[in-house]
């Protein structure tokens, strides 16, 4: 018998609501959207790859609820995630002639999720959002937490989020049925945000035993029990929240809290997922890495990097290459760009700190910190690490 819907609050200075995680939590989108919001026009921007049983139910929900609706589609990809797709989604609002007591509802993966959240929260200087995250990613982490934004193409090559707002959603519906139709490469990617915040589960919740726990419940997530795909969304959205009630804005000074933890093997990440020709098997076709991918290959590579500064131990590393490997993930890669390429690119991702790197690094598995300028040589043994 599947469970019934959990409910887990976010409870921020800025807002309180509910992620709503279960088998039937894309059912609720109709009271949901009449009870939070008084306005009766809706923009629904849907995930391209959709199927029409998961479209139809959001826009059957929202046509229950008595909203006018203008629909639209996002093709996600990276390259979608800009300003001039923000721009037709704004049209499409005004067009529809949205009003600030009315709602934007994003039905998708993360990329539909920060570009629509960054519609609400631009649209008339701001109007409502609910998240209906379509992806394991998008599910545990993207969804909640309020950022929003998108990508720009900058002299320096594609900035990731440069662009953007905190803006929270008014309630997020993580229906697990909608991962019927994700494919695995997309599923395992959101497996790597899962291990992330294994991986910082004591710092953020005081979680001991959750690296331990994920390492379990992989398989049977890959294998689509639904149960344990509703347990591993409740638990991670749990860390998430917990993260992002400590430090709603990332402005934490503290190198051991704060949403900052987040970032851990982000700024490698962010790096490695810019550079087109990469590919998770060697196969061009797979090329480029999706982001799930890039996470994958930063956490061992700030796992390496953390050994280096004797900040960790073996057998710690070896069991976060172990956790990667359960999860089907990519642990080394080939092409990799020479060290000064890297380091370039992550000089300038913007989780990088006045041109000194600052990064989130590991000092057991479950604690994590924020250690400043570090230097190249330790970063460039992570990147030796991953290297195929
Ligand atoms: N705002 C945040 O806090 C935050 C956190 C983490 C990641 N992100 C962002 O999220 C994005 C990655 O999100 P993602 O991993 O969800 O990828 P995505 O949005 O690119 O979706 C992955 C792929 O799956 C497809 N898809 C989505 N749902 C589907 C479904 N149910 N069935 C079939 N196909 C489906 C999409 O069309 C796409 O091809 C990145 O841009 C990243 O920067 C944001």
Known sequence: MTKPTIS?????PSAHYNVLVGATAL???????????????????????????????????????????????????????????TQRLL???ADEQLDRTDLVVALGGGIVGDVAGFVAASYKRGIAVIQCPTTLL?????????????????????????VGAFHQPSVVLADVRTLDSLDDRHLRAGLAECIKHALIAENAIEERDMFQWTQGI?????????????????????????????????????????????NLGHTFAHAIETIPNLSPDDNPENAPLVHGEAVALGLIAAAYT?????????????????????????????????????????????????????LVLLES????????????????????????
Do not use: C, W, Y
């Open 218 to 262: 992989i398989p049977r997530a890959i294998a689509r029990d639904q149960e344990a795909l509703i347990e591993l969304v409740a638990r991670n959205v749990r860390v998430k929240a917990a993260v992002v009630a400590s430090d709603e804005r990332e402005e934490a000074s503290s190198t051991v809290g704060g949403r900052a933890l987040l």
């Open 365 to 388: 598995i479950g604690v994590a910190r924020v250690v400043e300028n570090v230097e190249d040589e330790f970063i460039a043994a992570g990147l030796a690490a991953i290297r195929a």
């Open 8 to 12: 887990i609050p976010v409870q921020l």
């Open 138 to 162: 998008s599910m545990v982490d993207a969804s909640v937490g309020g950022k929003t934004g998108v990508n720009l193409n900058t002299r320096a090559g594609l900035m990731k989020n440069l």
């Open 91 to 93: 049209i499409a609002a």
């Open 27 to 85: 059912d609720v989108l109709s009271e949901q959207a009449a009870s939070l919001v008084k306005g009766r026009r809706a923009l629904l921007v849907i995930d391209d790859q959709l199927p029409d049983r998961t479209i139809g139910a959001a826009v059957t929900a929202l046509s229950h609820a008595g909203f006018a609706l203008a629909t639209t589609h996002l093709h996600a990809l990276e390259t979608n995630k800009t300003l001039a797709e």
């Open 306 to 358: 953390s050994r280096e500064l004797n900040m960790l131990d073996e057998n710690a590393v070896q069991l976060i290459t172990d956790i990667v490997n359960t999860a089907g993930l990519p642990t080394t890669i080939a092409n990799l760009p020479d060290d000064a390429t890297i380091l370039h690119l992550m000089a300038h991702d913007k989780k990088a700190h006045a041109g000194s790197l600052r």
